[in-house]
């Protein structure tokens, strides 16, 4: 009996995950971006350029309600932030399903690779944004 105790605790854990990240598909369509108690960026308030993450709530959101062009257009992060959740719980529901872990054999140099790749978007994006918006 005590044997099943850890993997009661896995069980329980992946339930509780799973329904934290089904919470965050759906809060899109229950709110919208202005809803949401979120500061003032203070790096805009300082500089009045956008920040790395400014616009990745409202990508988000609008990615959630199919508009994947206009959130391209606040922020690449949030398409790929939401499609990746969405891949997550579809995972973690077949995961539950069959009752084992599901692995994707990718090699440590292709996630070096594929984070590096990321991450560069991101700060050629924040580059280009805050130049574009400094004329």
């Known amino acids: 009996m005590r044997a099943d105790l850890p993997k009661n605790r896995k069980i329980i854990g992946k339930i509780i995950q799973t329904g ?14 202005q809803d949401l108690p979120i500061p003032d960026c203070l790096f805009h308030t300082l500089t009045g350029l956008s920040c790395p993450t400014c616009g990745v709530t409202r990508s988000f959101f609008l990615t959630a309600k199919g508009s994947i ?8 992060v949030g398409v790929f932030l939401y499609i990746g959740l969405f891949l997550y719980f579809c995972l973690s529901i ?8 599901i692995r994707i054999p990718l090699s440590s140099v292709s996630n070096k690779i594929l984070l ?9 994006f924040w580059i280009l944004r805050m130049f574009s918006e400094s004329f």
């Open 20 to 33: 934290i990240i089904l919470f965050l598909l759906v809060l899109p369509q229950l709110l919208h971006p």
């Open 94 to 101: 077949l995961e539950m399903i069959r009752g084992q872990n």
């Open 69 to 76: 062009g206009a959130a391209m257009q606040h922020h690449f």
């Open 116 to 124: 590096l790749l990321f991450f560069s978007g991101w700060i050629s």
